[in-house]
């Protein structure tokens, strides 16, 4: 014995499931409002970072390796010239002492 599928009976118990399937359930749609919600408070997020990410100022990474370089140069120059100082400092105070002796020896009458 072969058995037929009738197609209206089963047509009929389909459309039910689909239209018992259609309802809404309130918790659902509270659910899926919220998540509406965040999405578009998250989609403002991104977009205000997106704005800061263009309004970054220019990267002076390079900028900064050169001033280092020009301070260390400068640096050393400053030292060079401290020693130089201290070196002419020295000998002033040198010629000094033999002119203050010069003075003492040949003094003005």
Do not use: H, W
């Amino acid at each position: 014995m072969r058995f037929r599928i009738r197609p209206f009976p089963l047509l009929i118990a389909l459309s039910l499931l689909s239209f018992v399937s259609c309802s809404e359930d309130p918790k659902l749609v509270e659910k899926r409002e919220k998540q509406k919600i965040e999405i578009t408070q998250l989609k403002g997020d991104v977009a205000l970072i997106e704005e800061k990410l263009k309004n970054l100022p220019p990267d002076v990474s390079a900028d900064l390796a050169e001033a280092k370089q020009v301070s260390e140069k400068q640096s050393a120059e400053v030292a060079k010239l401290e020693a130089e100082v201290a070196a002419l400092d020295s000998r002033k105070r040198a010629l000094q002492s033999e002119f203050d002796a010069y003075r003492v020896k040949y003094q003005v009458k």
